[in-house]
């Protein structure tokens, strides 16, 4: 049984004509019951009580009849699902990202995606970078956001420079600190200093090292923290200070005072990843969804209470 057997028997049955049919069809009279002859013996049944210029549907053929209409109505839905899937207008987008240096960045990037893609489900998870590059590599994460390190970190992937963010100094609100314009990188290196975890954010660590290369004085390292939460609430218990993105303002508000660094570091860059096999259209639209929103954010430099300062050129 082929599918246009299933054509012609249906094609035949709503007209109760075999002319009408083909002219339907755009084939010829004799092909229409030829085929329509070939489905009844496959079947072993007579769908057809035939008249000298008219059809009429046996008890067996208007029992087949709606099973024979759903069975093309799936097909032409999963022809279309398929086209929709190729395109990237349905499935879903695993999505693994750095909180705090994307906090400005992802809400529009993700706002715009839904705009133009309602079909497609996207979840995020907020993840250390050594879990989004694994998670990149073994297939649970489709793309990833993170402050890019050595380009060694990064093989098997492509990538594209999203994002500059600029650095700063986190102090409580009762740090002697609290009250100055700017901070040299000496006097930090005198203080406690509170870090992001080294296995899961090497990058950071090895940034922390460049940055005080030159102080020739060791870091202090008083605790390590594996979210932008619990080191919030660390520097605001007095644990210490941490050199964190500016953008860490957003979920510190009046908690925490954010100081410039004198001289002020190289900004942290953030990074848009994927698998370089990995060739699904849904990540080209999500990558143009973060270049729209970044270019967005370029000209509407203002976040509702906050300025967005020193922010680099997305890569085109």
């Not at 007579?46 to 069975?71: I, M, Y």
């Not at 489709?142 to 994002?163: N, P, T, Y």
């Not at 002020?264 to 990995?278: D, R």
Request: net charge positive.
């Amino acid at each position: 049984m082929e599918l246009r057997h299933l054509r012609y028997f249906l094609a035949a049955a709503e007209l109760e004509n075999i002319s009408r049919a083909a002219l339907k069809l755009r084939v010829s009279q004799p092909a229409v019951s030829r085929q329509i002859r070939d489905l009844e013996d496959e079947l072993g049944l007579t769908l057809f009580e035939r008249g000298p210029k008219s059809l009429r549907l046996t008890a067996a053929g208007k029992a087949f009849q709606p099973e024979a209409t759903a069975v093309l109505a799936r097909l032409e839905a999963g022809i279309q699902s398929a086209r929709l899937a190729a395109a990237g207008e349905t499935g879903e987008l695993q999505i693994g990202y750095a909180m705090s240096p994307t906090v400005r960045l992802m809400p529009l990037a993700l706002r715009e995606f839904q705009r133009r893609h309602p079909g497609v489900k996207v979840r995020l998870q907020d993840l250390s970078t050594g879990e989004m590059l694994g998670g990149l590599r073994d297939g649970t994460l489709h793309m990833a956001f993170f402050v890019r390190g050595e380009a060694a970190s990064l093989r098997k992937l492509q990538w594209e420079d999203v994002l500059s963010v600029p650095v700063c100094i986190a102090v409580p609100p009762s740090h002697p600190f609290a009250g100055r314009t700017e901070v040299t990188l000496r006097e930090v290196a005198a203080e406690p200093l509170l870090t992001f975890g080294a296995a899961g954010y090497p990058e950071y660590h090895r940034f922390l090292m460049t940055t005080f290369s030159k102080v020739r004085r060791k870091l202090r390292i008083a605790g390590e923290h594996d979210s932008v939460a619990s080191l919030i609430a660390s520097i605001e218990a007095g644990a210490g200070v941490a050199i964190t993105p500016e953008s860490i303002a957003c979920f510190a508000g009046p908690r925490l005072k954010l100081i410039p660094l004198s001289p002020a570091p190289l900004p942290l860059t953030v990074a848009a990843a994927w698998l370089a096999t990995n060739t699904s259209p849904l990540v080209r639209h999500f990558l143009d969804c973060t270049r729209d929103a970044r270019a967005g954010m370029e000209s509407s430099p203002s976040n509702e209470s906050e300025p967005i300062r020193g922010y680099g050129t997305l890569a085109k």
